[in-house]
């Protein structure tokens, strides 16, 4: 076991408790949620990686919880637990797959609300505790707060001798921004909860819009539910207020498909909420499954990514892409962003950067969502000593004077410029999907002057590899990978060119109309300007390409596959509602041709929008996936 995993480890437990102690006993959080779980998961995977480090008071096993001694302190009939926390889809289908080693499941999906866990006791149908969730064993008595909630009914007809219902106490949105208006100081909405609950004055309370939605149930005498959608009736039953937001799903896919839908309508629901809660519906199953330590085996947090941190711009450096545009580039001080450490973000343009105001030192907002490129938001404060950002009067690659395109565009006029050769085979590698040919790589390659230009690739040999930092085994494996590239279609090819203004919806119609590069480069204008869908400026693009005998001898080098017109090969992502098929159809004939239908990342071909587009959009066109409408997919159908 390595030292420094100890050290960690006693580090991580310090901090946690640090910051449990500061969120709950002081409702008044240290850390972001994000920062608080990236912690807490990393420390729980140390102890899963060397268990002899696991400690019985390990924060990862209960909550170290400081009572507030100005409420008493009250038991709870059973122990109130926590969750286990998904962060993607994949560890959402890793619960899918512990649960069907029990069972096929059938999944009950609810909104997760951000505000103060409580738990209620009635007695025979009488309201005679309420206490906040404590340590988990015992917790703090509001009983006097949460009488005042006209969503928590005092009196229960029918109900059982003894039961204790659990949930969330939450406060909207919009009461909170007007609770500070008026002098409070509450960090978010969830603090403006707990605390106006864990009040003395009961009479103050009263005055908060505060509502209590419950998610489940605790000590029962009698029988109880038996399922998520009888517990849903009951609760109704029983006059607690239940929202719509919540369904039963029948496989992972609906589960998923809930969890985008609540992620794109968050902005617009009046409360926080900061994930869903995906729940075995099976009740009895879910008991026998038992828990963990902290959280039951027959539950997920599905979170949310927290989109947002701030952390400090430590420099602006000038990156060089392939066409020779300067981007100017975040260096930040690395900070963790949904569990991946961020530390560089692009800056887009100069113009921006002075539309945000920003400079060197700055505090700054920064965003990441999904598989998209961290982007700096906005500036959270000035620095003293900070230093605002110009461009470089020459290219920080090769010194070429730089040329001032626009406001937005400077660029580097050199296209012998290392960076962008560089850059342009690191495209051309990726673009052929050539494993194990990436940008650091290409530039060990290009360092020893083994690889220049595209066709130096395919004369590398097993000696040009052979340079420090280079395994026997990933040489082989490089080799192979080259070989299988030329292989590759037609349209993968053309994209790889990185013609300017070709992009991959382009590349696969040019790739229908002509069967090779050659046939491409040497077509006359009017034949391009003839193609559906492509402009005068991008035939342009394509007559201009220089080096046009050099191209053509590099795709010599590729036996493209017979079939060029199908979908092989082609991720779709399908999103909105299709009007003359059915998203089943479209799969299906998406299939047959040869393509497939997956989630939206960055492998994604095209993004089929239907009516009523969800945040899918946003994202496609943060990840730049071209869009086809329903016409546009119907015409690619029909044309293969
Ligand atoms: S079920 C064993 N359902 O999330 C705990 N919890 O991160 C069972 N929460 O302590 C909890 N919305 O305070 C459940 N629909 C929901 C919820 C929910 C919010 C809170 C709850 C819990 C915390 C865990």
Request: glycine share 6%.
């Amino acid at each position: 076991m390595p030292s420094n995993a100890a050290k960690r480890v006693r580090q991580l437990t310090k901090l946690i408790r640090e910051y449990d102690s500061a969120y709950f006993g002081e409702d008044r959080p240290k850390v972001s949620d994000s920062t608080y779980d990236a912690l807490f998961r990393e420390l729980e995977s140390l102890e899963k990686a060397y268990p002899e480090l696991l400690d019985p008071d390990s924060p990862t096993q209960h909550v170290d919880f400081i009572f507030d001694t100005r409420f008493q302190k009250r038991r709870h009939l059973k122990s109130m637990l926590s969750l286990t926390n998904a962060m993607d889809e994949r560890e959402l289908h890793e619960f899918d797959e512990r649960i069907r080693k029990h069972t096929t499941p059938e999944y009950y999906t609810e909104l997760k609300y951000d505000g103060l866990s409580i738990n209620l006791t009635y007695q025979n149908g009488v309201l005679t505790g309420a206490t906040t969730r404590g340590d988990g064993v015992m917790g703090e008595d509001i009983t006097h707060s949460a009488r005042t909630l006209s969503s928590i009914p005092l009196l229960i007809k029918n109900a059982p001798p003894l039961m204790e219902v659990r949930g969330e106490i939450v406060i909207p949105i919009e009461a909170f921004k007007k609770l500070n208006q008026e002098g409070a100081n509450f960090a978010n909405p969830r603090n403006a909860a707990a605390g106006s609950m864990r009040l003395l004055d009961a009479s103050v309370t009263k005055t908060r819009p505060l509502e209590f939605f419950p998610y489940g149930l605790g000590g029962f005498e009698g029988t109880p539910p038996k399922s998520m959608v009888e517990l849903h009736a009951f609760l109704k039953k029983c006059g607690f207020h239940l929202d719509t937001y919540r369904k039963l799903c029948h496989s992972i896919d609906e589960v998923q498909a809930f969890y985008e839908t609540y992620k794109a309508k968050r902005p617009f629901l009046p409360f926080e909420i900061d994930g869903v809660v995906v729940k075995l519906n099976n009740l009895e199953l879910a008991a026998s499954l038992g828990s963990t330590a902290r959280a039951p085996r027959s539950m997920l947090a599905y979170k949310f990514e927290a989109a947002v941190v701030t952390t400090v711009l430590e420099d602006i450096l000038v990156q060089v892409g392939r066409t020779g545009v300067l981007t100017p580039v975040a260096a930040l001080c690395p900070v963790k962003v949904g569990g991946v450490t961020v530390q560089r973000a692009t800056l887009h343009n100069t113009e921006e950067i002075e539309r945000k105001g920003i400079a060197i030192h700055d505090l700054v907002a920064i965003r990441r969502a999904g598989d998209v490129i961290p982007e700096v938001i906005g500036i959270i404060e000035q620095a003293p000593n900070r230093i605002l950002f110009t461009m470089p009067a020459t290219c920080p690659c090769c010194s070429t004077p730089v040329v001032k395109k626009s406001e937005k565009q400077h660029i580097c006029p050199n296209s012998s410029c290392e960076e962008q050769v560089i850059m342009r085979i690191t495209h051309f590698a990726d673009q052929l999907q050539i494993d194990g040919l990436g940008e650091k790589t290409i530039r060990l390659l290009y360092a020893h002057k083994k690889l220049k230009s595209f066709p130096d690739i395919y004369k590398l040999t097993k000696k040009d590899c052979d340079l420090p930092g280079f395994a026997e085994k990933s040489i082989s494996q490089l080799l192979s990978a080259i070989e299988k590239s030329r292989t590759q279609s037609l349209d993968r090819l053309i994209m790889a060119l990185g013609i300017p203004l070709i992009g991959q919806t382009t590349a696969h119609t040019l790739a229908q109309h002509f069967h090779s590069i050659k046939d491409l480069l040497h077509a006359p204008k009017e034949a391009l300007l003839a193609i559906n869908g492509l402009g005068p400026e991008s035939a342009d693009s394509i007559s201009s390409v220089p080096d046009k005998k050099n191209i053509i001898a590099l795709a010599a080098l590729f036996q493209h596959p017979v079939q060029q017109k199908t979908l092989a090969g082609l991720l779709f992502t399908l999103t909105g509602s299709l009007q003359s098929l059915t998203r089943d159809e479209a799969r299906t004939r998406i299939e047959s041709q040869g393509g497939a239908v997956s989630a939206l990342s960055k492998k994604t071909h095209y993004l089929v929008i239907g009516a009523d587009p969800g945040s899918k959009l946003d994202k496609a066109k943060s990840l730049k996936t071209p869009c086809l409408t329903e016409k546009e997919f119907l015409s690619l159908l029909d044309s293969t």
